[in-house]
């Protein structure tokens, strides 16, 4: 089943983060930042690229344990975001990462995801991408396969608190 994508920015500020693409994007009427790509939500995963040269790849999203916790405690370089069309999301240049995924439980269900969301921290601010992963229903503006931006003080990155999990990053000057 495939689903289409769409990158919203929620603040003024420019994220620093890019989004390239194997496949065909194209604008939509969703104003300037959106676009629109077909993705398999089950097999994205996260990539991790460490300043000493060592490349680390989490889990697909099938499970609700992405890997993320198990990292080696060693500076990141890079923090990318992959769909099985090649499609990306690359987080670079910032002091800490943080990788989590939203969860819900239904009454004697199984457990399953709802949002994925990459952080990059720096000079006190959060930039936070937030990837549909699941709709519970169809009023809802965010589609799944939605990307939603925004930009918050450190502290206030999720439901306006702080989140554990973070992994250093490289210091910038």
């Not at 990306?88 to 399953?112: A, D, F, K, S, T």
Request: hydrophobic share 35%; proline share 5%; aromatic share 10%.
């Amino acid at each position: 089943m495939s689903y289409q994508r769409q990158i919203r920015h929620n603040s003024g500020e420019q994220p620093q983060a890019a989004l390239s693409s194997k496949g065909n994007l194209s604008q939509k009427d969703g104003g300037p930042g959106s676009v629109t790509a077909p993705i398999f939500v089950a097999d994205m995963r996260f990539i991790v690229h460490f300043k000493d040269g060592e490349t680390v790849q989490g889990r697909p999203l099938g499970g609700l344990d992405t890997g993320w916790n198990s990292l080696s405690d060693k500076p990141i370089s890079r923090l990318v975001y992959v769909n099985p069309f090649g499609d990306m999301i690359v987080l670079q240049g910032y002091e800490e990462y943080n990788h989590m995924v939203e969860c819900l439980q239904p009454m004697g269900g199984r457990p399953y995801i709802t949002d994925v969301y990459l952080m990059g921290a720096r000079d006190g601010l959060v930039t936070v991408y937030r990837l549909r992963a699941f709709q519970d229903t169809s009023q809802d503006a965010v589609r799944v396969g939605d990307v939603t931006v925004r930009v918050c003080p450190r502290g206030k990155e999720y439901l306006d608190s702080e989140t554990w999990g973070w992994r250093r990053g490289l210091k910038t000057a």
